[in-house]
């Protein structure tokens, strides 16, 4: 099409008015990196012109050619890749420098196998997919990727139709009409004019390529006077309000000026966490991210969300620091509840791992071991 319009506003006296001056041969040619071209610039009878007197130019680099009374012709050697989509302008030019005629080469390589291919769902009724061109990526030509798709066992071939703008051309989106509880079988071809590939054939149901948004409203805020705690909390996906779904969450936070993230594991499915032993007087940033887990029907557990917007928090200047990493009970000011936390903490690190034991629920079962730990000691005393 840029050819097209190039010859279009350069010549339109010639294009417009008497038959064509000359003619280029071959025209519009598509050939395969390193191959040779010879090209010839024929003049029409009755033209006036001499052969010798013209010149040809590649994307306005002049060359040189080989003349006879009517014809001049010119070889392009081991060609190399061609700088635009739309082909290389080879131009044949008449003494005073108008463009008497010419031609488009496309110079390029078949397409590689596409990989990478990838797919996710946001709300379970869409589908998004992105892959990877394969090889080095760069064909130099023309190439048309078509995502397509179909049910396992029974469903037609139907092509992507919402491939995204530049700005991720390995991409496409299917918005509506999808089945649940079936698998669809996924690929990608890729072609163009030298050849074409197929990627390997992926096959998912959608409820097991769920993925959310990341967690919104996340605000960290101090404990009281505690130097060493935070507080997170954060708004849970409206996604995640379908009863298909559950959540696990996922938090990470580094000092200000840091770059190594530490991770809080598995802060189960609720939306608030209490950070422990952090540095007194110190800046944190924390980020949350969310996966949807127990999907009704799904054998797997979803896809991570990206992490959230960082928010940020100071811990007072002072306070006393006691162990653990996350702790969603609300702190108590007097010392015997905080003995009692701190037997907790130690039974914790034996009988359960990560954020998402820290409950009240546990710690219930802890009060009730201690109990029965104490009765027993009381028995045992007695029977001595």
């Not at 050697?77 to 131009?91: A, I, T, Y």
């Not at 992490?307 to 620091?321: C, E």
């Not at 914790?348 to 219930?364: E, I, P, Q, T």
Request: hydrophobic share 35%.
């Amino acid at each position: 099409m840029f050819c097209l319009v190039f010859l279009f506003v350069l010549v339109p006296r010639v294009l417009s008015s008497s038959p064509p001056v000359a003619a280029v041969s071959p025209q519009d040619p598509v050939l395969p990196i390193g191959s040779s071209l010879t090209a010839t610039c024929t003049l029409a009878p009755g033209s006036g012109l001499l052969a010798s007197a013209l010149y040809w130019t590649l994307n306005g680099a002049r060359l040189r050619g080989v003349a006879s009374a009517r014809v001049l012709s010119v070889t392009l050697p081991r060609l190399r890749g061609s700088r635009q989509r739309s082909g290389d302008n080879l131009v044949c030019h008449g003494p005073d420098g108008r463009v008497l005629a010419g031609s488009c080469l496309h110079v390029g390589m078949p397409p590689d196998k596409p990989v990478n291919l990838t797919c996710w769902s946001r709300n379970t009724k869409d589908l998004s997919c992105r892959w990877s061109p394969g090889g080095a990526g760069e064909t130099h030509i023309r190439t048309k990727y078509a995502l397509k798709y179909k049910l396992r066992w029974y469903g037609t071939e139907k092509e992507c139709e919402g491939y995204s703008s530049a700005t991720r051309p390995y991409s496409c989106y299917i918005p509506r009409n999808l089945a649940l509880f079936t698998p669809y079988e996924i690929w990608v071809e890729a072609t163009n004019q030298l050849g074409s590939a197929t990627s390997d054939i992926i096959t998912l149901d959608i409820l097991d390529v769920v993925t959310t948004d990341p967690p919104a409203n996340v605000h960290v805020s101090r404990v009281g006077d505690l130097g060493d705690q935070l507080t997170v909390r954060w708004a849970g996906s409206p996604e995640l309000r379908d009863v298909l779904f559950q959540a696990k969450y996922q938090i990470r936070y580094r000092l200000e000026g840091g770059t190594e993230w530490k991770v809080v594991d598995d802060v189960g499915n609720q939306t608030s966490c209490r950070l422990a032993g952090l540095r007194p007087g110190t800046v944190y940033f924390v980020q949350v991210r969310c996966n949807p887990v127990g999907i009704y029907g799904s054998r797997k557990a979803g896809i991570w969300s990206e992490w959230s917007h960082a928010s940020a928090a100071s811990t007072p200047s002072d306070g006393r620091l006691q162990s653990g990493s996350c702790d969603p009970k609300p702190a108590e000011p007097n010392s015997t509840l905080r003995r009692e936390l701190k037997q907790f903490f130690g039974w914790v690190r034996k009988h359960a791992r990560g954020c998402s034991g820290m409950s009240v629920k546990l710690y219930d079962q802890w009060r009730a071991w201690l109990q029965k730990s104490h009765e027993t000691s009381i028995q045992v005393d007695s029977a001595k």
